[in-house]
T-cell receptor, first 112, second 113 residues
Framework: DGGITQSPKYLFRKEGQNVTLSCEQNLNHDAMYWYRQDPGQGLRLIYY???????QKGDIAEGYSVSREKKESFPLTVTSAQKNPTAFYLC???????????FGPGTRLTVT | GESVGLHLPTLSVQEGDNSIINCAYS??????FIWYKQESGKGPQFIID?????DKRQGQRVTVLLNKTVKHLSLQIAATQPGDSAVYFC????????????FGQGTILTVHP
């Protein structure tokens, strides 16, 4: 089956630790995205990548980092510099820069 | 409809009724709009999209209406079913061609049997 996978579904970390969230797609999409969702709010764009080895900051990139070494993979690292890391993180991909974005199931990160 | 703030707008309907969910978008340069449905604890699912050269588009049981004059988007769901209960988001592209979508806050739809 084609799709986007995110792992793990739930992740718990202590404050001060970096943590990396996985996102893999086998849709052969060029573009990939990371969003953050907080309770009662819409999605906010963290980083996006239109092509391998290239990525751009979104609206709330501070405290996060990404890499895009392979077309199918776009991992997100939540660093200790992120002041409020507890949230639901969603990865998405699209064929090109325009059009529908397909979302993964999300990772719920809790930092205590 | 959607608004700024911590409390999501809600819409409660009876099964079989038609539902209308509204969205006011902010960027007059936006030329692509999309509606997503999100069930609790899951990623958003695509429902329907529309480009600014259209004012109406229909899918299966859903219709999106676009009024560029007042920057308003609506999603109509016909014969709403309990399985339609979810949070619905509109998103706009801000006139960009590189996939940067700006999402609204969302509307909670509850369908009562």
């Amino acid at each position: 089956d084609g799709g986007i996978t995110q792992s793990p579904k739930y992740l718990f970390r202590k404050e001060g630790q970096n943590v990396t969230l996985s996102c893999e797609q086998n849709l052969n999409h060029d573009a990939m995205y990371w969003y953050r969702q907080d309770p009662g709010q819409g999605l906010r764009l963290i980083y996006y990548s239109q092509i391998v080895n290239d990525f751009q900051k979104g609206d709330i990139a501070e405290g996060y980092s990404v890499s895009r070494e392979k077309k199918e993979s776009f991992p997100l690292t939540v660093t200790s510099a992120q002041k409020n890391p507890t949230a639901f993180y969603l990865c998405a991909s699209s064929i090109g820069g325009e059009g529908e974005q397909y979302f993964g199931p999300g990772t719920r990160l809790t930092v205590t | 409809g959607e608004s700024v703030g911590l409390h999501l707008p809600t819409l409660s309907v009876q099964e079989g009724d038609n539902s209308i969910i509204n969205c006011a978008y902010s960027n007059s340069a936006s030329d692509y709009f999309i509606w997503y449905k999100q069930e609790s604890g899951k990623g958003p699912q695509f429902i329907i999209d529309i480009r600014s050269n259209m004012d109406k588009r229909q899918g299966q049981r859903v219709t999106v209406l676009l009024n560029k004059t007042v920057k308003h988007l609506s999603l109509q769901i016909a014969a709403t079913q309990p399985g339609d209960s979810a949070v619905y988001f509109c998103a706009e592209n801000g006139g960009t061609s590189y996939g940067k979508l700006t999402f609204g806050q969302g509307t909670i739809l509850t369908v009562h049997p």
